[in-house]
């Protein structure tokens, strides 16, 4: 008999850049746990794409056109996530975008705000809408709910050449650790995720460049990139009830690449 706080029967789960990677694959686990997924993302094709994995584990799925990076357009969506769903009891800030820059030097203006639109912004935006709903239902009487963002090694190690995008990680991190302290007493969980090095469309051009795989794979004592399946397990334990009393942690998942 399958462990009964995994079951996700009833719990709605909304997980942004959620058509692909990380997303589909945590979104995925989540619907086969039992639990009803929305999904966002800009690209329609992939969100229709994405819609029809997610369709053949039976639960409600959805899947809406977001740009997270513009905050009255996050907030329309989450109404519309709301209105088809009647709750959120797990929010998944997953976006995200990848740096373009040969050095910490050559970093303009517009691709600092390129980075930081989407992946610090653009989490606040989703992460504050979907807080103030769970204090909401927390204050009718409805405790709970699950704040995760999707952050990276980048947090956590030199990564030169991307200074900006490691500052939107690391802010991320130190922005759920303080949603963790101030919702904790709402029955409010606040959670980071840093992936090593997984397969998905962002990190394609790197794996597909010998000198980088050459150098790095051997470094990954798992002795294999990792892949969105790898994060099925984490969002189905933060998205369950087993997880109540686990807020403020970052969940390293990176087959012991930072250890080495």
Known sequence: MAYKAFDLTGKVALITGGNGGIGLGMGKAIAEAGGDVCIWGTNEEKNAAALEELKQFGTKVAAITCNVGDQQEVKDCFAETLSQFGRVDGCFANAGVSG???????????????????????????????????????????????????????????????????????GLISM????????????ITANAILPGWIETAMTDPLFNWDKFSDNVLPRIPAGRWGNPEDFGGIAVYIMSNASAYHTGDTFLIDGGYFLF
């Open 100 to 170: 373009r820059s040969r050095s910490f030097l050559d970093i303009t203006d517009e691709e600092w705000k390129r980075i930081t639109q989407i992946n610090l912004d653009g989490a606040f935006y989703t992460m504050q809408e979907a807080t103030k709903h769970m204090v909401e239902r927390a204050e009718n009487g409805d405790p709970g709910g699950r704040i995760v963002g999707t952050a990276s090694l980048a947090a956590v190690s030199g990564a030169a050449r991307n200074e900006h995008y490691a500052a939107t990680k690391g």
């Open 176 to 187: 759920l650790r303080a949603m963790s302290v101030e919702f904790a007493g709402k029955g």
